[in-house]
């Protein structure tokens, strides 16, 4: 190639290999659209229009990938010319062809920007995808204009409303790729090539503006199809409907009008309440992994092979998340039937994903070979980090940690999978307290994104480092938390589940409450939860902490279940009851007459005026407010943390934003008294306002911002 001929406003450059104009973006770390990146794109475009020895123009990027979005430290600020759609629009008017030369994860604008140009060529394991969505917006640059009319209507349909990218290899028959390259060191030189062939076969340029979808009336039907599908899949969310909108114009109105639209709908997401509620869960969720308080020289160590301590459902979940990984693992259960059955669980589990496209054939044998059985401890003795999932008793888990602590290298790091128990206690029973926390994974461990960290009071900086690094490695969103009785996520669940215990013995019925929570825009209502999940977990915790409450209706109506063995849909009745052949879940009166006996034993009156209204407020306030105590404590380090564990673990609806970001939009001082107001209401003393609420309504501060 030519040396440089032209450098525009950093970091765009323009250089020649003969008559071939080559732009190169060089934007660390992701080749992000910045304004500097805009700017220099169209300098150098307009560069090369004009330079009558040019006959063709690559645009390429450096570094470790083609352009993947815009820049994020623009979110939020008045939009800097050029703005991309200006941008784009160039690069689709351009008198001379432009081939994108694209490689690793093309995203949001920058897959906007490929779908712009005339050509595409692209690396093998290349990802393309439109991710708007989930910050609740729409493509605001041609995203939903452009896509349709080069790889077809249902394909932008799939591609924008879930936000999930795919790869080069998915889009092959699609018409998104010209050709692909197997070695990604030779793209550039396999991309200036091609556009000579472009030119030598004298092919005219073709701008995706000027592709015409014809209009037939089985769209109409597909459209509709997609509109309820999205309506029941994304419920309550507006950004995917505008998008299905803003598609749909393809068939009806002139690109440029069209375009005009998009932008409409893309301003209209961006102003809304939902996607400033799902952008600041994309900041909180990078906030979370940054360890801000905890800063020193510790390095975190790298995990090469870890133990599981226990073959049941959660191990054998925790198990594949580092095997998945690339993990060496053992699990170890005292019983050699126990450890095959997991074994065979295990295995069992990853045929599924093959099944469902997940993972390949290929990507299950290399998993399971890295997965090992034993049930002798002496074979844990040299891995570099275990986890214990076993039965949650404080006795048992003590017993475990105390033979780990012998048989273990000094270096291990030991962590327990426990939901409620106290690390510290645990952390006891061994000589390294220094190398003890909590690793709390959520049900079903291979598939749930949320893990806390537990730092117990001798942790020290590099296993915590070192947990927080390895959670991420294993696909996790992490969060770090201090101890208390079930940590943020549970304890908090706790006050919401007591409030729905509280409202069945008040007359309100198991339906009635998981539907309020439902409208609300909680994926399952709390009592359905309970059913799936088993009662007597939660129960049999509260057994372990004896004298977290003396208040005699205390979780009454989920111990009056166990007490009547209905755990459940694992014995096909809980709260409700569950068809024995199809599994359906059906409302039961026995269990009204169960709780109405109860409620008269215990004198507590029964209400018919009970509104869903009421029902949404005391269970989400309860532990919004709980979650202000949690702040309060030191248990975590910022409000957002909370968000980030209840958006990832406990089906918060995202769109908004998590429970205390939630607690801003809804105005604290409503909620505040709203919460005096269920304090005379109820009498009960859980209900007392935490101290931090009422100085942020005092000072008008925001609590997600604490």
Known sequence: MDALQYKSADPVTLSHDGDIAVISINNPPVNALSQAVRKGLVECIERATTDNSVTCIVIKCDGRTFIAGADISEFGHPPLEPQLPYVLEKIDQCTKPIVAALFGTVLGGGFELALSCHYRVAVSGTKLGLPEVTLGLIPGAGGTQLLPRIGGIELALEMITSGKPKSVQSLSDTGVIDLTVDDSAALLERTIEFSRNVLVQQKNIRRTSKIVIAHHQEYAQLFSLWRSKIAKKMRGQQAPQYAIDSIENVLSLPFEQAMQEERRLFNECRNSAQSHA????????????????????????????????????????????????????????????????????????????????????????????????????????????????????????????????????????????????????????????????GMHFFSPANIMKLLEVVRADKTDQQSLKTVMALGKQIGKVCVAVGVCYGYVGNRMYACYGREANALLLEGATPGQIDRALQQWGMAMGPLAVNDMSGIDIAYKARQENGGYSND?????????????????????????????????RIEDAEVLTFLSAEADRLGVVQRSDISDEEIQYRLIFALINEGAYILEEGIVDRASDIDVIWLNGYGFPRYLGGPMFYADEFGLAELVAIIKGFKKLTGKGHWVIAPILERLVETSEKLALQ
Not at 555 to 564: P, S, T, Y
């Open 278 to 437: 799902m952008r600041h869960a994309f900041f909180a969720e990078r906030m979370a992994a940054k360890l801000t308080k905890y800063e020193d020289d510790a390095l975190a160590l790298k995990i090469h092979s870890v133990a599981i301590i226990g073959a049941g459902t959660m191990g054998v979940g925790i198990a594949m998340c580092f095997a998945q990984a690339g993990i060496a693992v053992v699990l170890l259960d005292m019983k050699q039937e126990s450890v095959a059955k997991g074994l065979s669980a295990i295995e069992s589990r990853f045929h599924q994903s093959v099944k469902r496209g997940i993972i390949s054939g290929a990507q299950l044998t290399e998993a399971m070979a890295l997965i090992t059985g034993t049930c002798e401890y002496r074979d844990v003795g040299d891995v570099d980090l275990v986890v214990e999932a076993a039965f949650e008793s404080m006795e048992v888990k003590k017993q475990i940690f105390s033979i780990l602590d012998e048989v273990c290298k000094p270096e291990t790091i030991l962590t327990s999978n426990t939901s409620y128990l106290d690390i510290n206690e645990i952390a006891q029973s061994t000589h390294r307290a220094h190398k003890v926390l």
């Open 552 to 584: 005699p209706h205390y979780f009454r109506a989920a111990d009056l279940m166990v007490e009547a063995n209905r755990l459940g849909q694992k014995t096909a009745a809980g709260f409700y009851r569950y068809d024995k052949d199809n599994g359906s």
